[in-house]
């Protein structure tokens, strides 16, 4: 019996083995792009929180970029405004993610105010980028 096991244990492993993808070789598949959005989208945010609005341009898709200068970006953002910012849901298909931000601001003497928003992700010549909303 203990040999029976341990030859189906061995066939297991030896499946998962040639499934599963080797180091440095990426798996398709929406969790991976989950993945790779939600470290994107926390790091637009800590650019923002931090203030590198410069940093947080870089996010923007190519498409965005090019009809929004960093001038103009710079422009349109509240540096200093926002005191966190937390990725709470990722909803990707093959080319699109839908990311839930919770931020969190100070609105006057209302202090801690949370507001929920949805962001748009676009993949783009095998990357994820950033839309901004017009």
């Known amino acids: 019996m203990k040999g029976a096991l341990h030859v189906a244990w061995a066939t297991v492993l030896l499946a ?4 599963a993808p080797g180091p440095g070789v990426e798996a398709p598949g929406p969790a991976d792009a ?5 470290v994107l989208a926390e790091g ?3 650019a923002l929180l931090r203030g590198d609005v410069t940093a947080a341009y870089a996010y923007l898709s190519p498409a965005t970029r090019s ?3 960093l001038l103009q970006y710079q422009q349109r953002i509240r540096v200093g405004f926002w005191k966190r910012a937390v990725v709470d849901t990722i909803t990707c ?3 699109a993610c839908k990311v839930g931000v919770t931020i969190t601001y100070d609105y006057g003497s209302v202090k ?3 507001t929920p928003l949805t962001e748009s992700w676009v993949k783009e010549g095998g990357k994820w980028w950033f839309v901004l909303k017009k």
């Open 16 to 19: 998962a083995c040639t499934t």
């Open 34 to 38: 989950n993945a790779e959005v939600r």
């Open 44 to 46: 637009r945010w800590g």
């Open 67 to 69: 009809s929004v200068s």
């Open 93 to 95: 298909e093959p080319e």
């Open 112 to 114: 801690g105010v949370e």
